[in-house]
């Protein structure tokens, strides 16, 4: 690794690592008080624009020569960096930081983008998705009214409708049906939304002093943002039922399971409040059956929110439209364009049939200075009564020029190209005896593990044997970076296909490398029992 390149110059024009000594006080002139370094100036901007795209091209064209996971300790970066930042910067001060994230945070740095991490769901990137978001910083505007800017307002309306559409949603989440939706950056925020807009409006019925009473649902499979949002719209911690989920319905949420933990619940004189249903969980990507949800929801009068994340981008291709039949039936949908449909991080999309409640719950009031007598009567939308936040970015830019520039067509084309690898890496997994695929692959993910051979040991060393296994994978400095699921005490190996840079060879080898690994280390057990035995 090479050394640190940060010099700066100080007070003084003396070259320092960073230690800032004290400078004297200096009193400005008129003329400095007037001065102001031009920041934004073209020609500069251009030039180190050019800088900033030969290096992030350098680094797609040279990420197989890093470890998709890094070796390194807490306080690796820490410790070589200054501990103040640079009074005044030093000569070519931007090459000189770029040459730090080349030499010291590249190499520190866990990439996504591997044509070989196949751990976690992607975080799927794009020349365009990368562009828009370097347009969107450009631009720089802050949409929170119409008033503030209305063409990101607009935009936003209309893209938004476009994606619900590509995705085969109801016309009842669109604006053009009465709905609508908006471009949030998590789905941790989707779901606080949604929540906090579903108590109000629970709250409204039953009274503001009952929030103690108030119930929320999902299973054990739900993210765990669930449970966050939950607490953070002050519902007890004790009133999140978190429904248990069994191997044999492939982990998805039993609908006669809710039912009994709703009815006990009404029994006991709480009061339902919230579904977070999960099309596409984080461990293996179960699918709760929407429809079937929705019907025990109603007759509760809870409000239905569907958490597809990862999953909602393969609802781009029609042939996975049948995963979530009756979703005409729920109050708000979200999920991740950033994960699969090549938008770059960050960007969520959330649907609600009702705006009403959402503006119900999260509207501001006497904001004079965001008002604009133009708007007034005309029906528009002023975001920030939408979401949390008030500052917000102008994602709907870099969305639409994803859909403008790949076409639904060509989203379409990415993922079934990634289910197919996912499907060849499944069918090797099952042509081995040795190994098992333990959930049904709706996806691009499949979770699979080692069998344990009954002369080493049987089920009773089954995880044990796999948690050495991933780490033996992982270990492999040139191999595929991979993930572990735990559910229904099983401990299992997860393979997600996703990023944009991964191709057919990436998935053999990968491969490849689990049953090198597999094989040492059944020989080494064998040579233990033997020696034991």
Request: hydrophobic fraction near 45%; glycine fraction near 8%; proline fraction near 5%.
């Amino acid at each position: 690794m090479a050394p640190p390149s940060h010099s700066f110059v100080t007070i003084d024009g003396a070259a320092d690592n960073g230690a800032l000594p004290a400078a004297p006080m200096m009193a400005d002139t008129p003329q400095q008080k007037l001065q102001c370094p031009n920041v934004l100036d073209a020609e500069e901007f251009r030039r180190q624009g050019h800088q900033v795209i030969d290096f992030i091209a350098d680094y797609y064209a040279r990420m197989g020569d890093y470890p998709v996971h890094p070796s390194v300790t807490p306080g690796f970066l820490r410790d070589v960096l200054p501990t103040d930042a640079p009074r005044r910067p030093g000569p070519d001060a931007f090459g000189s930081a770029l040459q730090d994230v080349r030499d010291l945070m590249l190499p520190g740095m866990t990439h996504w983008q591997s044509p070989r991490h196949f751990a976690h769901f992607p975080a799927s990137s794009s020349t365009v998705g990368a562009l828009g978001e370097a347009l969107i910083a450009g631009i720089n505007v802050v949409p929170f009214t119409w008033a503030a800017s209305p063409a990101a307002t607009e935009l936003e309306m209309v893209v938004v409708d476009w994606l619900g559409k590509a995705l085969h949603l109801p016309e009842s989440l669109l604006f053009a049906g009465g709905g609508g939706g908006t471009f949030l950056g998590t789905t941790c925020e989707a779901i606080l939304c949604a929540l906090v807009s579903a108590r109000d409006r629970k709250l409204a019925e039953i009274g503001g002093n009952r929030i103690s009473d108030l119930v929320v649902y999902c299973s054990d499979q739900t993210h765990f943002s669930f449970r966050k949002a939950a607490r953070i719209a002050g519902i007890q911690r004790d009133h999140c039922r978190e429904v248990q989920t069994y191997h044999g319905d492939m982990f998805a949420l039993s609908p006669t399971e809710l039912q009994a933990a709703m009815q006990a619940d009404v029994d006991a004189g709480l009061v339902p409040l919230f579904l977070c249903a999960t099309v596409g969980t984080t461990q293996t990507t179960a699918v709760d059956p929407v429809g079937e949800l929705c019907a025990v929801a109603a007759s509760h009068g809870v409000w239905v929110h569907v958490d597809a994340a990862y999953a909602g981008s393969a609802l781009v291709c029609p042939e996975f439209r049948y995963l979530i039949t009756g979703v005409e039936s729920v109050d708000s949908f979200s999920m991740n364009p950033h994960k699969w449909l090549l938008a770059n991080n960050d960007c969520c999309a959330m649907w609600v049939k009702k705006p009403c409640a959402l503006v119900a719950a999260l509207a501001t009031e006497q904001e004079y200075i965001l008002k604009d007598a133009a708007a007034e009567g005309h029906g528009v939308v002023d975001y920030k009564d939408w979401t949390i936040t008030l500052t917000r970015r102008f994602r709907a830019l870099k969305i639409w020029l994803v859909l403008r520039c790949y076409g639904v067509d060509g989203l379409r084309d990415h993922i079934r190209s990634h289910l197919r690898m996912a499907e060849a890496f499944e069918s090797m997994v099952r042509a081995d005896a040795r190994f098992e695929v333990v959930t049904e692959r709706h996806f691009a993910l499949v979770c699979f593990r080692l069998r344990p051979p009954e002369k080493l040991g049987g089920e009773k060393t089954a995880n044990q044997l796999n948690r050495r296994l991933l780490e033996e994978v992982n270990a492999v400095g040139s191999g595929p970076y991979m993930s572990s699921a735990n559910a229904g005490g099983m401990y299992m190996l997860r393979c997600a296909v996703g990023s944009t840079l991964t191709e057919e060879r990436h998935v053999n080898d990968a491969w490849k490398v689990v049953q090198d690994r597999a094989s040492a280390i059944l020989r080494k057990m064998e040579i233990i029992y033997s020696v034991l035995g």
